[in-house]
């Protein structure tokens, strides 16, 4: 079974902590599970970069990524090589390190 190492996260988990992942579940279904609570305002359909997180290790054994998901990442606060969003992104069978980033940019509020 493979396991997420969440770094720390002043907010969501200051400690950092680890993990354990079902094979074929999200990045952040695993979080959410586990009480990181992890924002997600379009409730996980992919339309916007609250739940964005950065792959430290483990990046290709994930599931890739389509073009929806990389238009989403362009708006993103911080985007780095190796961001996903967690709504997005399914654990395969390899451990990975992942870092929340310390911002995230909420459209539908920012906008309002």
């Known amino acids: 079974m493979p396991k997420i190492i969440v770094l720390p996260h002043k907010d969501l988990c200051p400690k950092g902590t680890i993990l354990e992942a079902e094979t074929g579940e999200t990045v952040l279904n695993i979080a959410l599970r586990n009480g990181i609570a992890i924002e997600h305002a379009c409730e996980k359909s ?5 739940c ?3 792959i430290r290790k483990g990046f290709d054994s994930l599931t890739e990524s389509d073009e929806q998901e990389d238009d989403m990442l362009d708006k993103a606060w911080g985007l780095e090589p190796e961001s996903r969003l967690g709504c997005q992104a399914k654990v395969a069978d390899q451990d990975l390190v992942i870092e929340v980033p310390r911002y995230t940019f909420n459209h539908a509020a920012e906008n309002n």
């Open 52 to 54: 964005h997180v950065i």
């Open 46 to 50: 992919c339309a916007c970069t609250t």
